[in-house]
């Protein structure tokens, strides 16, 4: 699946889009999601309930980033990469607003990059 809630922004919308839902049937099938980054943990909280929804026989989460200051929604994660202070950080496929994705590193994006935007 592709989903996304950030947009143009370094806080999430809270409100997830469904940029490609699933193209296989998953009732009854074990699940793991792959994720870059928990940050609030709404985008996995929403995620998780729609693959219950959808009769996975059970679902565990595997990220290489996690924010533990940023947490809203608190998420099972069964493997965790790194925990990492609460900044918004891009490269390594990790996007501000679809700039930065292709940086060969994960860095902090200065908040004065963000705010004058
Ligand atoms: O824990 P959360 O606060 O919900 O944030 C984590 C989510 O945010 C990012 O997706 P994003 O909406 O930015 O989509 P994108 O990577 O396609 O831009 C990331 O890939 C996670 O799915
Ligand atoms: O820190 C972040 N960087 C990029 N994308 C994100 N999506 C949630 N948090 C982040």
Redesign the pocket.
Known sequence: M??????QGT???GT??I?KDLDRDIAGRHVIVV?????????????LRYLASRKAASVEVVTLLR?PE????P?PVKYVGFDIPNEFVVGY???FS?RYRELPYVGVLKPEVYARR
């Open positions: 592709a989903v996304s809630s950030y947009g806080t999430s919308s997830v889009r940029l994720e870059d980054i928990v940050d609030s943990g709404l985008t996995l909280s929403w995620l924010k940023a947490v809203k929604v998420i496929g990790l996007d679809e």
